[in-house]
């Protein structure tokens, strides 16, 4: 067990101390440890990140500090003290005295943590009445305070507006107020970045940064981003299946640590500017957990044919309709794709990049004809799947595949996986059963799973094993080209890298061209042939990797590139002074006519829109 017993010399004691903390669930009737002999402080104005991958007990921990899981299913052990005082000695009603007034917390969903009936005005005044002694219309005053404090632009017009009405950012915002209103003396903050562009996390970040400095209050950072880790954390401890395995400064963390788990996770954080002198993708390093040694990082055999396209789209758009009134008017359209065109070779990645509401799952989508497009051509070879009937457009999917964000979602609980991977198979009739199962055999030794794990089902797996399991099912119609819509977004850094690694590995034994669609910049850099940025519907810029990374022409792509959490500790009290707004909105009227748009060769292959 590794305890933690200092704390930086930022007040007269720890504002927060645990002490070996052991929180159990009953499992099949008995009382199963999930967090285990866990301690450490949090002093007044530091920052304190707890950092593991998903189930590593990181947000079990935090929820035990709150006295938030049901006592009927869960037992607390240990001491949790908040200046001084047992949080869990604490009869109930004293203890909801604390949550929120304090201690206070944020969530990574602010859309699962905010009422989409009320007002967000109204939301955080509750907060406010709750646990002081002020009248509406100060509690109003206050809260218009608090959103401004924020930055959220024009706060006193937005206190009457709903949570649908703001973007992710603004709303994670929203609940930075909410947690604010009662001025906590702990702030813990659960993922809080990790479901929002790369954007969006850096101006949170600078946004936490600042409230910190101004009001000295401390915070708990809990994250599997070990970037988002460097930048904002003054001491980290590492969390590892239920045990804390390391703790200390922050740059110890990274530049001395000792567990064998910690190289592990600092070996799959991708650093942006890492592929200087690389001219292909290049695989993470595979760390062995056991013994903390890394296998060489290689860069991909390159199999890119130049000549032959695999899929080209020329001109491809999608609009929705916005209908209003009693009658359904047409009021408006959302420009949701705009003239996008360009060649995807054989063996070659190309990602698509932007902040959510850009286009690029849509572009996506469009391609595959999940959704029908308004206007372009999408050829793979020589036919367009835009004019293909049922039967011809189910025969070209053969050739194109696509590989979901969430796994969990795009597989049948009711089905193995086994079947859910032999299921396209049969349906295009590519075999009898019998040889469905020796290619599901094939398939998922090939993503690295066991053969004999064919009769489980999807819940049976982790996030990581359940996306093998859909790139297994993307292969099992032999395509040649794999649209990946964020197809990695939602895993841990270390599965992440390894998933990333199995489609690099798979391309260069396949000849597999890939359509990458990301907001991971860094990531994108470490996987990806050429890089189209996405802004508005648009393309802006697209080159080669190394073009657009080390030389970006267009202000979106600078804007992308200059957001990106550096897993470098020295950066920590820098900010990046990032302009506060929200995407532009995509929807026009319905008699407008897009200009057609011009683009500027600053390289060769490597175009910016003028």
């Known amino acids: 067990m590794m305890r933690d017993t200092t704390h930086a010399a930022k007040g007269q004691g720890p504002v927060l101390s645990v002490e070996n903390l052991t929180t159990s669930f009953v499992v099949d009737g008995a009382w199963r440890p999930v967090v285990r002999d866990v301690s450490f402080e949090v002093a007044a104005g530091e920052t304190l990140a707890i950092v593991g991958e998903s189930g ?106 709903y949570p649908h009405r703001f973007s992710g950012g603004m709303r994670q915002r929203v609940m930075i107020a909410m947690a604010l209103a009662s001025r906590p003396k702990l702030l813990i903050a659960d993922e809080p970045t990790t479901a929002l562009d790369v954007t969006i996390q850096g101006q949170i970040l600078d946004l936490l940064k600042e409230l910190q400095e101004e009001d000295g209050m401390s915070v708990l950072f809990i994250t599997h981003d070990m970037g988002v880790v460097a930048e904002i954390a003054d001491r980290t401890v590492v969390m590892y299946r239920g045990e804390q395995v390391e703790t200390g400064e922050t740059a110890d963390i990274f530049y001395r640590g000792r567990h064998p788990y910690t190289r592990a996770l600092l070996a799959a954080v991708p650093v942006l500017g890492s592929m200087q002198g690389h001219a292909r993708p290049l695989r993470f390093p595979v760390v062995d957990p056991a013994t903390g040694v890394a296998d060489e990082a290689r860069e991909v055999a390159d199999t890119v044919d130049p000549t032959r396209p695999v899929l080209s789209v020329k001109g491809l758009a999608k609009r929705f309709d916005i209908h209003a009134g009693p009658l359904g008017r047409l009021v408006g359209r959302v420009h949701a794709v705009e003239n996008v065109s360009f060649d995807l070779m054989a063996g070659e990645t190309l990602s698509l990049v932007g902040e959510s509401g850009c286009g690029k799952s849509t572009t996506g989508r ?145 000849n597999l061209a890939f359509l990458f669609v990301s907001h991971d910049m860094s990531v994108v850099e470490r996987a990806s042939h050429r890089v189209a940025v996405m802004y508005l519907g648009e393309i802006v810029e697209i080159g080669p990797r190394a073009a657009v990374f080390n030389n970006p022409q267009h202000d979106y792509t600078k804007k992308l590139l200059a957001a990106v959490p550096v897993p470098d500790p020295s950066r920590r009290r820098q900010k990046r002074n990032m302009v506060v707004d929200e995407l532009k909105s995509p929807i026009r009227s319905v008699d407008e006519i897009v200009a057609m748009r011009s683009y500027r060769t600053v390289s060769p292959g490597h175009l910016v829109m003028a």
């Not at 500090?65 to 047992?86: N, Q, Y």
């Not at 709750?130 to 006193?156: D, F, M, Q, W, Y």
């Not at 293909?388 to 193995?416: C, H, W, Y």
């Open 56 to 161: 590593s007990g990181k947000s079990v921990t935090s929820l035990s500090v709150m006295r938030l899981l049901d006592p009927s299913s869960s037992r607390i052990e240990g001491r949790v003290r908040l200046a001084g005082r047992d949080l869990l000695s604490l009869p109930e009603h004293e203890m909801r005295k604390v949550r929120g007034n304090e201690i206070a917390m944020i969530f990574q969903e602010p859309m699962t943590s905010l009422n989409p009936l009320f007002t967000i005005g109204d939301q955080i005044s509750e907060a406010l009445l709750c646990h002081g002694n002020l009248s509406a219309k100060e509690a109003r005053a206050e809260t218009i305070r608090l959103l401004e404090k924020v930055r959220i632009p024009s706060a006193a017009s937005r206190f009457d507006e």
């Open 366 to 510: 469009a391609i595959m004809r999940l959704i029908e497009p308004d206007a372009g051509s999408v050829l793979v070879g020589d036919r367009d799947m835009l004019t293909l009937g049922g039967r011809e457009i189910r025969e070209m999917r053969k050739s194109v595949q696509m590989i979901f964000q969430d796994p969990f979602a795009s597989l049948n609980p009711r089905m193995t996986i086994g079947q859910a991977i032999a299921e396209p198979y049969l349906e295009h009739r590519m075999g009898s059963a019998r040889e469905a199962r020796d290619v599901v055999a094939d398939l998922l030794h090939k993503v690295g799973l066991h053969a004999d794990m064919a009769k489980r089902f999807p819940h049976e797996f982790s996030g990581g094993q359940r996306q093998r399991i859909c790139i297994a099912r993307a292969l099992a119609l032999r395509p040649r080209v794999i649209v990946a819509d964020e197809s990695v977004s939602a895993l841990d850094v270390s599965i992440k890298a390894q998933v990333i690694n199995l489609m690099l590995d798979l391309q260069e034994s396949l």
